[in-house]
């Protein structure tokens, strides 16, 4: 039987991968910090650890998608508003 935390984990690269598609430094930063970030963490076997760093995934993602709500927020407000500072 295959572990059932890994599907948690595989899920969690996948939803972060999606993610980096457009992070400001680029997609290929991105993957490469991301993949270096898994690997650190590969050999890891406590369960516990495991939630403990999947939490952690978790709360990057929310993190990165409220980083993208924030810019697509000041896009529309800049093309929306004028501008009170002239």
Not at 50 to 76: C, D, P
Request: glycine share 4%; proline share 3%; hydrophobic share 35%.
């Amino acid at each position: 039987m295959a572990n059932p935390l890994r599907y948690e984990v595989l899920n969690l690269y996948k939803n972060l991968l999606y993610l980096g598609k457009e992070y400001p430094k680029g997609a290929d930063y991105f993957r490469a910090r991301l993949k270096a970030a898994f690997l650190k963490n590969k050999d890891e076997r406590d369960p516990e650890k495991i939630k403990q760093l999947i939490s952690r995934g978790e709360f990057v993602m929310k993190e990165l998608e409220a980083l993208y709500f924030l810019r697509k927020y000041r896009a529309l407000k800049q093309r929306y508003y004028e501008d009170n500072n002239k």
